[in-house]
């Protein structure tokens, strides 16, 4: 094994804080990674509860107790009695006339969208909503383009208790209906047409299709994906109540691939993503507040709702919507350095094909402000990791596995252990990971 990266400065990093806060609170010391995470998969009860008070997670209603077991697993209860919102903990760092959003497309300029601007079209979008009568627990389905409206749609389900579900604008509609169809959502939020590889598709026609084969939709809200009905320039800020919801209330329903007959829902709990993301994201990824966050996904991969729980860091999170090589291999490279990305994540295809046409928008003059090199979908090649490795000598490679399942990652990275080219750092904290012949 080849070892490629070490931290200059683990000290500094939110693992180290958090380390230091676990071992002052039980009296504990751990010299290896291995050791803290041991710990944390033995002492789920403790290492849960200290995620909710490193991180002050602000409950509505308290719980009653952290665990209590049951067999089959699946039936176990956490925090028993507790309410919460996840809309509240995003907006912790929304200040005025502070960017929420950097988008790109294909085409267009960097276009930087501020909370006040978000939150605006927010409220808006929540109205609609109110006036169909959506309530807690009902399901809003998207068809929706990796695009500030679906950011702001999001939340505006969220903050409702309301239930969100997404699929892409690529998927047909015969995919879309074995999907939205299991869940009977009241309002479908749909982008009228999309740009990919440089040409535009029209949806009105899928979405008028959609409409006849999912009954239950009493109203279709369309976006034109222009930022025409956009206030970007508003110095408003808007309140608007948040709706608090049991813990493992759900949050999202993502699917399966369906390859293996049609695509199975699988729900998420509102408090366990919210816990599960503040992990992963801060002391895994080690995103701080003012960081600049960019993982290229659609809506259709469950990564897009891994990316937006960079706002629960306090990052600023970052759009990319088309396809990743057009009109070339460089351009999200270029939006990095555009957007002074700081955590880029990506396919590993891109970064093997970045890598094989040695293109040189990657490079540590225009780049040096990337931490950490996300990587998933597929093995990033040893190659890859040297060559990225070369390019962006100060850049943390973190190769993440994960899955739709638990919309996070069981292996990833770690500012404790050095960064071995062709490896996956660690298994992530709280995750009991064991690999079989």
């Known amino acids: 094994m080849e070892k490629i990266w070490v931290s200059k400065n683990y000290e500094s990093s939110n693992l180290y804080q958090f380390e230091s806060f676990i071992s002052k609170k039980y009296n504990l010391e751990f010299s290896k990674y291995c050791e803290l995470h041991e710990w944390s998969v033995t002492n789920l009860e403790n290492f849960w509860e200290s995620i909710i008070e490193f991180y002050d997670i602000d409950f509505d209603k308290g719980y009653k107790y952290v665990l209590k077991k049951e067999i089959p697993f699946y039936k176990s209860i956490w925090f028993e009695g507790s309410e919460l919102s996840y809309s509240k903990h995003i907006l912790r760092y929304a200040k005025k006339n502070e960017i929420a959003v950097i988008y790109k497309n294909e085409s267009d300029d960097i276009i930087e969208i501020s909370w006040n601007s978000l939150l605006e079209k927010t409220k808006e979008i929540r109205n609609i909503l109110v006036r169909c009568n959506v309530k807690k627990g009902d399901v809003v389905a998207g068809y929706l383009l990796n695009h500030p409206d679906t950011i702001a749609s999001f939340i505006a389900v969220n903050s409702m208790g ?59 809200v369309l976006f034109d994906s222009s930022f025409n009905s956009w ?182 990275g770690s500012t404790k252990l050095p960064v071995y080219a062709g490896f996956l750092q660690c298994k992530m904290l709280g995750a009991a990971i064991e690999s079989w012949d």
């Open 162 to 220: 309301a239930v969100w579900s997404c699929c892409s604008p690529d998927f047909g509609v015969e995919s879309i209906v074995n999907r939205f169809s299991q869940l009977d959502p009241k309002v479908l939020l749909a982008h009228k047409s999309y740009s990919y590889n440089g040409k535009i598709f029209n949806q009105e026609n899928k979405i008028n299709e959609l409409e006849e084969k999912l009954p239950s939709v009493i109203k279709t």
């Open 231 to 412: 206030n970007l320039k508003s110095n408003y800020w808007i309140d608007f109540e948040l709706c608090s919801v049991e813990f493992n209330h759900p949050i999202w329903v993502l699917f399966s691939s369906g390859t293996t007959g049609k695509p199975k829902a699988i729900t998420h709990g509102t408090g366990g993503i919210l816990l599960e993301q503040y992990k992963s994201h801060s002391l895994h990824q080690n995103i701080t507040e003012g960081d600049n966050f960019f993982w290229n996904t659609t809506t259709g991969w469950m990564m897009w709702n891994y990316a937006i729980g960079s706002l629960l860091c306090g990052a600023t999170l970052c759009l990319y919507d088309g396809a990743a090589n057009y009109p070339d291999i460089g351009i999200q490279w270029r939006f990095a350095k555009k957007a002074k990305i700081n955590h880029f994540g990506n396919g590993s295809p891109l970064f093997i094909a970045s890598m094989k046409q040695n293109i040189q928008d990657v490079n540590n003059k225009d780049l040096n402000f990337i931490k950490t090199i996300g990587a998933t979908g597929s093995p990033l090649s040893i190659e890859a990791f040297h060559w990225l490795q070369k390019k962006l000598p100060n850049s943390q490679i973190i190769s993440l596995s994960g899955g739709t399942d638990v919309c996070s990652a069981f292996i990833g």
